[in-house]
């Protein structure tokens, strides 16, 4: 009787990791350099979508996460490890920077003014990158999931860049709803 329930057993393990990702429309999303992701979410505002690998053995996370935006515009994901919303937020930026260069900083928002610059966040960023293609950003990390959890909140944004600096976003509509939670290993999220 035990030998028979295994491959049950395994069989919804299989369905639980793969069904999450089946569900999502970001499926076909392709990335440069053959870069490939386990899952999937599309986020729901913003047209935003986040891709991801999660590592259990060190508690990190291979993301890419990719949104549709003017050139002259920025880009942001950010993991929220104390709240949910922008205060708090530990974002990646991108954008085209003063050099006309696409550039990827990282930046915690502790206020609603801030002066955004490269800066640390408060957990470990290995690997930070980001490009401009066919009239989207993409950021790619690899990030440490903040108190070694699996289920953080995340907000995302999209806004405006002056002098090579981004400088705020819309104050309605999707751009102040778009925040969830994700699991990194589920593949399970909720957004606004």
Not at 46 to 54: F, G, Q, R, V
Not at 63 to 75: D, K, L, N, R, T
Request: proline share 4%.
């Amino acid at each position: 009787m035990a030998a028979l329930m295994r491959p049950a057993i395994l069989l919804s393990l299989i369905i639980s990791l793969i069904l999450p990702c089946l569900a999502q429309n970001c499926l076909n999303d392709t990335f440069s350099n053959n870069r490939l992701y386990t899952l999937c979410s599309s986020l729901g505002r913003l047209n935003a979508t986040l891709h991801w690998t999660y590592h259990p053995s060190n508690g990190t996370a291979d993301i890419a996460y990719s949104a549709p935006q003017e050139s002259s515009g920025f880009v942001a994901w950010a993991i929220n490890p104390s709240s949910s919303g922008m205060i708090g937020a530990n974002a990646i930026l991108a954008f085209y920077d003063s050099t006309a260069a696409v550039t990827a900083i990282t930046y915690e928002f502790s206020n609603y003014t801030p002066s955004v610059r490269d800066s640390n966040l408060s957990f470990r960023v290995y690997s930070r990158e980001a490009e401009y293609s066919d009239g989207k950003y993409t950021i790619y990390a690899t990030v440490a999931l903040p108190g070694n959890r699996t289920t953080l909140n995340t907000v995302w944004q999209a806004g405006q860049v002056s002098g090579g600096v981004p400088v705020g976003h819309a104050l309605s509509g999707d751009n102040i709803k778009s925040m969830g939670s994700t699991d990194f290993l589920t593949g399970e999220s909720s957004g606004s």
